[in-house]
T-cell receptor, first 113, second 113 residues
């Protein structure tokens, strides 16, 4: 089954404690993204990667890092989380072309105390 | 469920009626448009897409209309069912090098039995 998986699904942590949210896709997609979703603001792109070892900032990259060492994995790293990073996070992947269907993971609800 | 639905415009319809959800997009250079459905506690799910060289596309019970003159996109759902209750997002793809997807904030569709 084609899918994007994220772990953990729920996480409560404290300010300053480094964390990683993993993301994996099994569709051999080149393009992967991380979004955060906040009430009234819709989905905002944090970082994206157009291929292995190629990453770039999205609209709201501050406080986040990513890496793309393999095609299937695209972890999101918060080196020093702060309460304003409390949000719902989605990983997504797509194969860009004339049309492209973006597949989303199930989401990670992060609370930073 | 997740708080995605807060602060969103809401469309309330009776089961069996047709629903029309509207979206205004911003970039006249956008070349591709997508509608997503997001149920409570889940990631966005692809519904239907349309390229900018078309003005209408039909799927199963859904139709997307594109009016490039006024930069307007709509999603029509025929014979709305309780399972259609969700938040619906439109997205536009930047026709430039990044192929970035820009998401609307969404509309909450509430189907009354």
């Amino acid at each position: 089954e084609a899918q994007v998986t994220q772990n953990p699904r729920y996480l409560i942590t404290v300010t300053g404690k480094k964390l990683t949210v993993t993301c994996s896709q099994n569709m051999n997609h080149e393009y992967m993204s991380w979004y955060r979703q906040d009430p009234g603001l819709g989905l905002r792109q944090i970082y994206y990667s157009m291929n292995v070892e190629v990453t770039d900032k999205g609209d709201v990259p501050e406080g986040y890092k990513v890496s793309r060492k393999e095609k299937r994995n695209f972890p999101l790293i918060l080196e020093s989380p702060s309460p304003n990073q409390t949000s719902l996070y989605f990983c997504a992947s797509r194969q860009t072309g004339l049309t492209d269907t973006q597949y989303f993971g199930p989401g990670t609800r992060l609370t930073v105390l | 469920g997740e708080s995605v639905g807060l602060h969103l415009p809401t469309l309330s319809v009776q089961e069996g009626d047709n629903s029309i959800i509207n979206c205004a997009y911003s970039n006249s250079a956008s070349d591709y448009f997508i509608w997503y459905k997001q149920e409570s506690g889940k990631g966005p799910q692809f519904i239907i897409d349309i390229r900018s060289n078309m003005d209408k596309r039909q799927g199963q019970r859904v139709t997307v209309l594109l009016n490039k003159t006024v930069k307007h996109l709509s999603l029509q759902i025929a014979a709305t069912q309780p399972g259609d209750s969700a938040v619906y997002f439109c997205a536009e793809r930047d026709g430039g090098a990044t192929n970035k997807l820009i998401f609307g904030t969404g509309t909450l569709l509430a189907v009354q039995p």
